[in-house]
C-alpha cells in the first residue's frame, strides 16, 4: 500500500494555515538587498549582564534540570518584579517559568477548555490565539475591533458575542498588531463582564513595559479579577531576550498547578541556563527597560510621521512597538499591497490580515529596528506610492 503521510496528521491540523509573519519574512530571508520592518524582534541585544549571568552559569556547569515550575529564585523574582513595576501581588506558588509566552498560552488554553468552550478572542491580534484555542478543542470567537476606537475592546464588543459556552476572553494590551493599550477607565466596563458572566481571562501583558505616556494597568489589578485573570508575560520584549525562549503565568494557585502537570509532561522545565539570565535581567534590568523604551519611542515618532506624510494615515501607538497604517486609499487589499512592495521595492511588511480577518485593509509595520533602517524603508515606500 502506497504510504499517504496525510492520513496521519490531525484534521485541526491539516487546515491550520501556517503564520502569515512567517511568509514574508521567509521571502526577505532568500531575497538579495531586500529589508524587513515585518518581524517583531528587538534589535538591541540582551544587556550585558544578562549574557554574563547565563554564562556564567554554564561555567559552574548549572546544566541540570529545576523544578517543574521554574527555579524557586526565579518565581520569587517574578513575583518582586511584577510587585514592584505593576503593583500586583503574587507568590511563588501562584507562578509557572515557561518556553516563552506562547508555551504559557498554550497551556492555558489546554489547562481551561473543554471540547466546544467559546473563547473570545479581540482582533486584529497576534497569530497564535486563535490555534492554540482551536488545538485545545475550544472554539475561537472573533471579536471585532476597530480603528474608529483606536483598537480597544469594548463592553459592547464582548456583549454582542457572549453565549452560554463562552468561557474564556483573551486580553492583549498593549496590542501586537495595533499598539493599542487598555487604560484603567477603559478595562472597568470589561471587568464588569466578565464577574457578571463568569469569564476567565487570558490577559497577555508580554508588552507591558513598552508603553508611551502613560503606564500599563493590569486586569488582574481589580477587584476580584486576580483569582479569574491567567497573567502571560515574559522577557523577550522588555529585556531583548527573544532567543532565550523565557515566560512565565500567574494566577490562582489550584489553576497553576493544574497548568504546571501540562507543562511537565509537554515541557519538563524550562531551559536552565536561561532562568539564571532571567534572574539578573529581574534584580538589575530597569535600566534597560527604559534605555530600549526611550529609543523605541523615538522610533515611534518618526515611523508614524512617515506613514501619515504618504496619507497611510495610522493612530498614534501607545504601546508595543508596532504601527498598523491603513492602505484603504490604495485600493489594494493588505495582501496584494505587501506582494507588490516586496517584489518591486524589496521591503517587506506584514498584512493586516495576518492577525484576522479585520486586519483587511491595514499593515502591520515593526519599529523594532534601526533608524537607518526605517529611513531606508521609508524612501522605498515612498518610491513605492510615487509609482501607483
Not at 556547569?61 to 511584577?82: A, D, P, V
Not at 515557561?98 to 467559546?118: C, F, H, Q, R, Y
Request: proline letters at 5%; one cysteine or more; a negative charge.
Amino acid at each position: 500500500m502506497t504510504f499517504d503521510p496525510s492520513l496521519f496528521i490531525n484534521e485541526k491540523i491539516k487546515v491550520m494555515p501556517p503564520s502569515g509573519i512567517r511568509k514574508f519574512f521567509d521571502i526577505v530571508s532568500t531575497m538579495e538587498g531586500a529589508i524587513s520592518l515585518g518581524v517583531g524582534e528587538p534589535d538591541f541585544v540582551t544587556p550585558w549582564s544578562v549574557r554574563d549571568a547565563g554564562i556564567y552559569s554554564l561555567e559552574k556547569g548549572k546544566t541540570h534540570y529545576t523544578s517543574n515550575s521554574g527555579m524557586m529564585e526565579l518565581r520569587e523574582e517574578i513575583c518582586n518584579y511584577l510587585k514592584r513595576r505593576f503593583d500586583l501581588t503574587y507568590n511563588y506558588k501562584e507562578t509557572l517559568v515557561t518556553v516563552g509566552g506562547s508555551e504559557a498560552i498554550a497551556v492555558a488554553m489546554k489547562t481551561l477548555l473543554n471540547p466546544g468552550d467559546e473563547v473570545l478572542v479581540p482582533e486584529p491580534s497576534f497569530v497564535c490565539y486563535k490555534p492554540c484555542a482551536i488545538i485545545a478543542g475550544g472554539t475561537p470567537i472573533p471579536v471585532k475591533t476597530t480603528a474608529d476606537n483606536s483598537f480597544k475592546l469594548t463592553k459592547e464588543d464582548v456583549l454582542k458575542h457572549l453565549t452560554p459556552k463562552t468561557k474564556l476572553l483573551v486580553l492583549s494590551y498593549p496590542n501586537n498588531p495595533t499598539g493599542a493599550v487598555m487604560t484603567k477607565e477603559d478595562l472597568e466596563e470589561i471587568v464588569e463582564v466578565v464577574k457578571e458572566n463568569n469569564l476567565m481571562v487570558i490577559s497577555d501583558e508580554i508588552y507591558a513595559e513598552l508603553t508611551y505616556g502613560r503606564k500599563h494597568t493590569s486586569i488582574a489589578s481589580f477587584p476580584d479579577m486576580k483569582d479569574r485573570t491567567i497573567l502571560v508575560n515574559g522577557f523577550s520584549k522588555a529585556y531583548a531576550m527573544t532567543g532565550w525562549r523565557m515566560g512565565y503565568v500567574c494566577g490562582n494557585e489550584e489553576i497553576i498547578k493544574a497548568m504546571t502537570k501540562v507543562h511537565q509532561y509537554e515541557i519538563m522545565c524550562a531551559p536552565t541556563v536561561s532562568q539564571f539570565a532571567a534572574v539578573e535581567a529581574l534584580k538589575n534590568g530597569d535600566s534597560a527597560i527604559e534605555e530600549m523604551r526611550d529609543e523605541y519611542d523615538r522610533r515611534r515618532r518618526l515611523i508614524v510621521d512617515g506613514f501619515n506624510s504618504l496619507g497611510l494615515t495610522c493612530f498614534e501607538p501607545q504601546g508595543a512597538f508596532y504601527i498598523f497604517p491603513s492602505i484603504q486609499k490604495t485600493g489594494m487589499k493588505s495582501e496584494e499591497f505587501c506582494e507588490k512592495l516586496l517584489m518591486e521595492k524589496k521591503l517587506a511588511l506584514v498584512p493586516g490580515t495576518a492577525f484576522g480577518e479585520s486586519g483587511e485593509g491595514f499593515l502591520r509595520v515593526s519599529y523594532a529596528y534601526s533608524v537607518k533602517q526605517i529611513t531606508e524603508a521609508l524612501d522605498r515606500l515612498t518610491d513605492f506610492m510615487n509609482t501607483l
